[in-house]
């Protein structure tokens, strides 16, 4: 009984934090609210009950050795090969993005952390080192992307091989792995 009602207490903010969706608006100039609607499918509230550190801890990324973070391909559930990263969790985009900017930062970046770097991102496996590259965050961090699209992890993944966020409409679009060629994966 002790440790439910701390679970229950942790639920009930971070389920706060995504009806409320999340602040600030696109590097375009767009302003208000990510979407008006909520998370529009059941695999999308499973992310309500993770951490809002996320899955990279407050956003910074795993790194290989300087500092750079790897992008590798794996199979993953139904999807088949798509990108993951150095510890070969599934990798995503987010179709509200725009010119190869991020529009999630907040609860949004809670719930999908940015796969940011220190260095030049490195191609591991059957990924494209052409296709890698870099965009600025607005807090001066620097994402990882691919085929000029940002990636992201997804909190609700627990273990390597899951791609619980393959097409959760969540914070305004939906969001799907890439595979190495850079074409959507899972629709």
Not at 69 to 92: H, P, Q, R, W
Not at 123 to 136: C, H, P, R, V
Request: glycine share 18%; proline share 6%.
């Amino acid at each position: 009984m002790n440790r439910t009602l701390p679970a229950i207490s942790i639920l009930a903010v971070s389920a706060a934090l995504a009806v409320a969706g999340c602040g600030g608006g696109s590097s375009s100039g767009e302003s208000g609210a990510y979407g008006s609607g909520g998370e529009s499918t059941a695999k999308a509230g499973a992310a309500a009950g993770e951490s809002s550190a996320g899955r990279y801890g407050g956003g910074s990324s795993p790194s290989a050795g300087s500092g750079a973070a790897a992008v590798s391909v794996a199979s993953v559930g139904d999807v088949g090969k798509v990108l993951v990263d150095s510890e070969g969790f599934t990798l995503y985009y987010f179709e509200k993005d725009r010119g190869g900017r991020s529009s999630c930062y907040g609860p949004c970046a809670s719930a999908w952390p940015p796969l940011t770097t220190s260095g030049a991102p490195q191609a591991m496996s059957a990924a494209q080192s052409s296709k890698l590259g870099t965009t600025e965050r607005k807090d001066g961090t620097t994402q990882v992307t691919y085929a000029g699209r940002p990636l992201y992890a997804y909190s609700a993944d627990a273990k390597p091989g899951e791609d619980n966020g393959t097409d959760v409409d969540s914070f305004g679009a939906p969001w799907y792995p890439l595979h190495p060629t850079g074409e959507k994966a899972g629709e």
